[in-house]
């Protein structure tokens, strides 16, 4: 199936292992990845915050972009991008108003769009099976976080998974023979949309995910948002001189853990790209 | 237990009720006359009613950003309803929430509540009243001209522009090096071939006003 594939700007740059790892399990999956012609940057979190067209605008010159490639699925993977791509093109159905402005501005007539805009874990949830597990990641005791982006508001994404204990990529770790702990913060804000402008409640945010994920007994993070994961494994280390705390916690994308468990090399899965060096972790539980 | 200073703590909370007293009154009729227009602007544009809260407080006991604000976001609620807008305009609480939705998810009255804090950031932001969250505004007016100048966010030159504007100058250097080592960062902006089409949508929004 053919997938349009929206990178986004975090993706050809702070969170290359991702891209890496999606294009490496994409294929073995049956998906063909697209990439949308001639992308732009969708605006989060700067264009929601400072006006209303071009939060729209921006990330639905996209979604028309990905309609006109001839494919039947989008995927943003970077959960702010999935967001506004995914309200644009609500927008672009519901909000005749926000049409006719973004109709006038590039003088072009756009019909319904229908191409169905899917997060990076729906995506995946449904064509992982067990028959594509080559290596169980036996032993292997992981937290699951969601952060707050692809679950909350309900109103929007309930349709997904739960808001307060989202189960999907829990299903997926168990299915990939991983253990998932339950623990409290599954969904709990990071902060990353503050981290240059209000560092004291980043890390603040950081230190108490990461010292309920050390505390639930887990060897890693598994997280499925750009964001998410760029704060907790780069900023680690700003956590750790500000709270004298001594995290060293892996902060694993669970596509990475897919690619593992299908027998992928992990030098193709991006796991050299981490601050915190996932490789000895894995290694000790030989599946590295 | 720890020990606690019961004068010490009764003094503070004197001065605390000291304050309260000194603060000025509010006529709550004419309020909501004066600002009648700008209420039912942010119900138009946010699609939601802040006339539906009861004060449960959910929003503000789930919030985990509430010890950064200067009004938790129950407060703000109760503001909105008695028309206290250029209060809730000036707060810093709408420029440290980080839209995570968690009081959205919670509200027994089904208010997006994050959605009315983008909205009024939004407006604050157009209005110029940014002079608490001033940070947040030199942040975003960075960002929306690295993507008006290359269709693509340009990260060398948002982090520049951030640290040079808030003057806070050695922010994040510790990331730079290990980012560029491991390839996640690019030392020339990422451009978009249509630039033109970009530019026509800046136009438009500022044509519009919006």
């Known amino acids: ?288 | 237990m720890k020990e606690s200073n019961v004068s010490k703590v009764l003094h503070k909370n004197n001065a605390f009720l000291e304050k309260k007293r000194e603060m000025k009154e509010i006529n709550v009729t004419q309020a909501l006359a004066k600002n009648n227009a700008f209420l039912e602007e942010l119900r138009e544009k946010s699609g939601q009613d802040p006339g539906q809260c009861f004060q449960c407080m959910k929003c503000t006991g789930g919030c985990p950003f509430q010890f950064t604000m200067d009004y938790p976001p129950n407060q703000i609620m109760r503001m909105l309803q008695n028309g206290l807008i250029d209060e809730v305009l000036d707060s810093y609480t709408i420029w440290t929430c980080a839209t995570c939705a968690t009081c959205s998810a919670r509200c027994p009255r089904g208010i997006d509540v994050a959605k009315v804090m983008d909205t009024l950031r939004v407006i604050a932001y157009q209005k110029g009243t940014t002079v608490k969250g001033r940070n947040m505004h030199i942040f975003h007016t960075a960002f929306m001209s690295s993507v008006k100048s290359h269709g693509r966010l340009y990260e060398i030159g948002l982090a520049l522009g951030i640290n040079i504007g808030t003057r806070k100058l050695i922010q994040d250097t510790d990331l730079g090096l290990p980012m560029l080592l491991k390839g996640k960062l690019s030392f020339l902006p990422h451009k978009i071939k249509d630039k033109g089409e970009i530019r026509k949508l800046y136009d438009y929004a500022r044509k519009i006003g919006e």
């Open chain 1, 1 to 288: 199936m053919k997938v349009a594939y929206y990178p986004g700007c975090s993706l050809s740059g702070s969170a290359r292992e991702l891209d890496t790892s999606i294009k490496a399990i994409s294929s073995p999956l049956g998906l063909e990845l697209v990439e949308v012609p001639d992308w732009n940057c969708c605006g989060a979190s700067s264009a929601h915050s400072t006006g209303h067209f071009l939060s729209f605008a921006l990330p639905a010159r996209n979604v028309i972009k990905a309609e006109g490639a001839g494919c039947e699925e989008f995927t943003a993977p970077c959960p702010a991008c999935y967001v506004r791509s995914f309200l644009a093109q609500k927008q672009l159905n519901d909000d005749q108003t926000m049409k006719q402005h973004l109709e006038e501005a590039l003088d072009q007539k756009f019909g319904p769009s229908t191409i169905k805009i899917k997060n990076v874990i729906e995506i995946f949830m449904d064509r992982v099976t067990s028959l594509h597990v080559k290596k169980a990641l036996n032993g292997l005791k992981v937290v699951n976080y969601y952060g707050c982006a692809l679950v909350k508001p309900p109103e929007t994404f309930g349709f997904f998974d739960d808001p307060e204990n989202p189960q999907s990529m829990d299903k997926i770790m168990d299915l990939l023979g991983a253990e998932s702990i339950q623990w409290p913060y599954k969904t709990e804000c990071c902060s990353a949309s503050l981290c240059f402008t209000n560092q004291d409640a980043t890390w603040k945010a950081c230190r108490d995910i990461l010292q309920v994920a050390e505390d639930s007994g887990a060897h890693a993070v598994v997280a499925a948002c750009t964001l998410c994961q760029n704060n907790l494994d780069m900023r680690q280390t700003q956590v750790n001189k500000k709270y004298g705390t001594k995290f060293n916690l892996p902060v694993i994308y669970f596509t990475q853990l897919i690619g593992l468990a299908m027998g992928i090399p992990g030098h193709k899965l991006g796991l050299d790209k981490h601050f915190v060096d996932p490789k000895p972790l894995l290694k000790s539980l030989n599946l590295y």
